[in-house]
């Protein structure tokens, strides 16, 4: 095996390792919405704007709306009001959890800048290296995703 194979299997390696430990250490593990103590959804950022502003930005607590028994932030009211008029159309997959961990059976958190839109719905991700595994091939990640989801009793 090469030095480069083993490099790339220890860093896969790890990078599970390091997710594993997040998911354990994550307080919202039993929650359906990934949502911080305060309650606020996707650390503050704003879903809609990641449709029309292709970009993560951060919500304001003047611009928000509670949805899922989380409080959602957004960067405008006319997001705000986009999104209470159809939060399933801007709201992430899997609660806001990681796509990657969901894909794992794991209820993981997410790095707001390690997005992806996908036939119309948004993904967030562990970080960026984990959002670029999951959309080389995206269709296999999303029905294992799609399954666990399922079967952890959260509905979307």
Not at 55 to 76: I, Q
Not at 96 to 120: H, N, Q, S, T, Y
Not at 123 to 150: C, G, M, Q, V
Request: some cysteine; proline content about 6%.
């Amino acid at each position: 095996m090469s030095r480069a194979s083993v490099e790339a299997i220890y860093g896969l390696a790890l990078g599970l390792l390091v997710l594993g430990a997040a998911c354990a250490a994550d307080p919202s593990a039993g929650e359906a919405v990934n949502k911080d103590q305060s309650g606020v959804a996707i650390r503050g950022y704003d879903a809609v704007a990641y449709f029309t502003e292709r970009r993560p930005v951060l919500g304001k607590p003047e611009f928000e709306h509670e949805w899922r028994d989380a409080k959602w932030r957004f960067a405008s009211a006319k997001h705000r009001d986009a999104f209470a008029a159809d939060p399933d159309s801007y709201a992430p997959r899997y609660g806001g959890f990681c796509a990657g961990g969901m894909a794992l059976g794991r209820k993981a958190p997410i790095d707001p800048e390690a997005w992806v839109i996908i036939d119309g719905k948004l993904y967030l991700n562990y970080s960026k290296r984990d959002r670029d595994s999951f959309t080389e091939d995206p269709a296999p990640h999303i029905a294992r995703a799609d399954a666990n989801w399922e079967r952890l009793g959260a509905v979307e």
